[in-house]
């Protein structure tokens, strides 16, 4: 019963690169997101999708693509990858009548070689 | 720009302590207050939320105390406890739907038995 869930868990990969993580929610909620969180532990909003639309889009290089196929998924597509896009990445959840209530998934670790 | 600065970065508590961590915040149109708990290996987890209506909110050995004219919040943990060590983040944001939480740095608190 796993409610925010992201695939994979760990990702060691070369630079130039191309990776994607998905995320998945099975609580019914409208809108999702996508935090980075650096080797520091600050944790830093990059997108927000609300019923597939987005919402907003942070400074991140165009190199992140995010893509939302429908309400539950919203998947982090990343092409030529850098040595500086390793991090924790997580992936959260909000329920329309609770905007402000996140629920974060377990994170995947990029670590880019 | 920092918008939600939180200290101290890391605490020690005796068990059986009081841990207290603060925060501070910039933007007065933030209108919701949380704070999240992160383990190692894991997403951060609601802990305990509050709102510019009350100065107050206690759940369990948890409460989070609010000076609206201040911009400062804090989160107080009675009887702290070696399972409470973990990560803490506060964070704010504005209640839209979509909006992101704007996180403070985190504060790193181990309770030695």
């Known amino acids: 019963d796993t409610a925010v869930s992201q695939t994979p868990k760990y990702l060691v990969t070369q630079m130039g690169n191309d990776k994607s993580i998905k995320c998945e929610q099975n609580l019914g909620h409208d809108t999702m997101y996508w935090y980075k969180q650096d080797s520091k532990k600050f944790l830093k909003i990059m997108f927000s999708?609300?019923?597939?639309?987005?919402?907003i889009n942070e400074t991140v290089p165009n190199r992140f693509s995010p893509k939302s196929p429908d309400k539950a998924h919203l998947n982090l597509h990343i092409n030529s990858l850098e040595l500086g896009d390793s991090a924790v990445y997580f992936c959260?959840?909000?329920?329309?009548?609770?905007?402000?209530?996140?629920?974060f998934g377990p994170g995947t670790r990029l670590t880019v070689l | 720009q920092q918008q939600v600065k939180q200290s101290p970065q890391s605490l020690i508590v005796q068990k059986g302590g009081i841990s207290i961590i603060n925060c501070a915040y910039e933007n007065t149109a933030f209108d919701y207050f949380p704070w999240y708990q992160q383990f190692p290996g894991k997403g951060p987890a609601l802990l305990i939320a509050?709102?510019?209506?009350?100065s107050e909110k206690k759940e369990g050995r948890f409460t989070i105390s609010f000076n609206k004219s201040a911009k400062q919040f804090s989160l107080h943990i009675m009887d702290s406890q070696p399972g409470d060590s973990a990560t803490y983040f506060c964070a704010a944001s504005s209640g839209q739907a979509g909006t992101a939480l704007i996180f403070g740095k985190g504060t790193t608190l181990s309770v030695s038995s």
């Open positions: 999708y609300n019923n597939k639309e987005l919402i």
């Open positions: 509050i709102r510019p209506d009350v």
């Open positions: 959260a959840s909000s329920p329309a009548n609770l905007v402000d209530t996140q629920y």
